[in-house]
């Protein structure tokens, strides 16, 4: 079976710092990791995903996730917030023997101050 | 390249009935799969449909129904509606079976909005 935590519902950071949102799997199977934003009242759109090529996986709008398998983490960073950064982001889990189906993280909503 | 597709974007009915979402899936696209998400929380997997036969089914009653299309598009079908089924039911498409890459992508649709009264 395989499973997904993200730690804080909410997330606050000032625009300029760091983001740091957490994301721990769980996975009987060599895992594929995603990390997918959604924008008020949108759908979701891929940010970044691993797939057991490097750790150290980049996507867009200057996101980064580093895959630890000793940790089962897959967090997910950025150097310096923006206000547009502000929505929610979910942590993903599938593999091939589950048809690549998704599992969901519960999300963790990034609030961006000014 | 034509995105994922969803229709309508937002539907009420009331407790009982019936209602039909549907999903065109990305060009080159044979896989769809429908997710739900309830209010605050992250999406459920309903369903996966691979070349119109069902590929992967989520813990939801059979109330929840489907069809996948030779075109590799989509209908959800939901009978005998309940006030918890109000969610957000997204389709993802993406590239399944043989040709599949590794860690197959699957990009979301905007969603169709069901509020249930």
């Known amino acids: 079976a395989q499973s997904v935590t993200q730690l804080g519902s909410h997330v606050s950071v000032s625009e300029g710092a760091l983001v740091l949102l957490r994301c721990n799997y769980s996975s009987s199977v060599p895992p594929y990791l995603f990390w997918y934003v959604q924008y008020p009242n949108q759908g979701l759109q891929l940010l970044l995903k691993y797939t057991s090529a490097a750790t150290l996986v980049k996507g867009i709008n200057g996101f980064e996730a580093e895959f630890k398998k000793s940790e089962t983490s897959f967090h997910l960073t950025k150097p310096s917030a923006h206000m547009r950064d502000a929505a929610e982001y979910f942590c993903a889990v599938s593999s091939t023997y589950s048809s690549y189906k998704l599992i969901f993280g519960s999300g963790t909503r990034l609030l961006v101050r000014p | ?117």
């Open chain 2, 1 to 117: 390249e034509t995105g994922v597709t969803q229709s309508p974007t937002h539907l009420i009915k009331t407790r009982g009935q019936q209602v039909t979402l549907r999903c065109s899936s990305q060009s080159g696209h044979n896989t769809v799969s429908w997710y739900q998400q309830a209010l605050g929380q992250g999406p459920q997997f309903i369903f996966q449909y691979y070349r119109e036969e069902e590929n992967g089914r989520g813990n939801f009653p059979p109330r929840f129904s489907g069809l996948q299309f030779p075109n590799y598009s989509s209908e959800l079908d939901v009978n005998a509606l309940e006030l918890d089924d109000s969610a957000l039911y997204l389709c993802a498409s993406s590239l399944g079976g043989g040709a599949a890459p590794k860690g197959a992508t699957q990009y979301f649709g905007p969603g169709t909005r069901l509020l249930v009264l």
